[in-house]
């Protein structure tokens, strides 16, 4: 197992925002965390890479007490893409990347040749090569997200970590990300988790996928056991029908038009 997570706890500003999380990943898996806004997705990741310590539990990376590791031991198996990351930078998007090399230096802050190689490569696989140049914050916030996913795989990661990977971008690098990845994982055995909104999207990449409501875990399993209309309806208060998508035959969810305000305008009611 890659990492274990055993009775997570957090509050925030006088609050718990998780509740007993517990959780395994198996190297290889991707995994993808869906629920509704302040459902705890985020603060879930940030007490998983060990960015916030946990008031209750423990994580485990390859057997080992997360806590006990620096953080440059940690940013070398753990590379990790934050909503917040998408900022202005006034660095070339090359030496963006670059910084994904710094936790393999040794003692002389310079890259090698295979340094090198590595972030030609994943500018490349990432179709950002064109943009090496450019300064990051003039950019598009969609470029910006694929930059900042090109310095991540930089950093040759067993453990893949992204908060909603997919905000800023347009419908086919949605898709182009999410295939990056997918190869990435196939190719080299990594290992992702990652927090989606899109449970349409959730349900055609993910492995396995977890489901928070107010901090707690309410279903965990494949997205047939997962995406399911009761689950829709107990945790987003909306009535979906489901449907097998024609070509990869995993879950897709339908929404009727007006649905939304409907339940918005009950709920006032």
């Known amino acids: 197992m890659l990492l274990r997570a055993e009775g997570l706890g957090k509050r925030l500003g006088g609050r718990w925002v998780l ?3 517990s959780l395994e990943v ?28 946990a008031d209750t539990g423990q994580v ?85 997200q694929r930059v900042s996913l ?22 086919k690098y949605q898709f182009a990300l999410l295939n990056w990845i997918k190869q990435w994982q196939a190719s080299c055995g990594l290992t992702v988790i990652m927090v989606l909104h899109d449970l349409n999207l959730a349900a055609q990449y993910c492995d396995r996928l977890l489901v928070l409501k107010q901090g707690r875990i309410v279903r965990q399993g494949t ?12 945790v987003y208060g909306m009535s979906p029908i489901v449907v097998e998508h024609p070509l990869l035959g995993v879950p897709q969810v339908l929404l009727t038009a007006m649905q939304a305000q409907e339940n918005g305008e009950e709920r006032e009611r």
């Open 60 to 144: 485990w990376l390859r057997g080992r007490p997360l806590a006990e590791m620096g953080a440059k031991e940690r940013a070398r198996q753990i590379a990790v893409l934050a909503q917040e990351e998408v900022g202005e930078i006034y660095f070339t998007v090359k030496g963006i990347v670059e910084m994904g090399r710094h936790p393999h230096l040794g003692r002389w802050p310079w890259l090698g040749e295979r340094d090198e190689r590595i972030v030609a490569d994943v500018l490349r696989q990432t179709d950002s090569q064109h943009l090496a140049e450019r300064i990051f914050a003039g950019l598009s916030g969609g470029e910006k």
């Open 26 to 53: 198996a190297s290889g898996e991707m995994v993808g965390i869906i629920g509704p806004n302040g459902s705890g997705k985020s603060t879930l990741l940030s007490c998983l890479v060990g960015e916030k310590k």
């Open 223 to 234: 997205p047939h056991e997962v995406i399911v209309p009761e689950m829709v309806e107990a």
């Open 150 to 171: 090109a310095r991540a795989l930089a950093q040759e990661p067993v453990l893949l970590v992204l908060d909603e990977p997919t905000a800023y971008l347009d419908l």
């Open 19 to 21: 509740h007993e999380i």
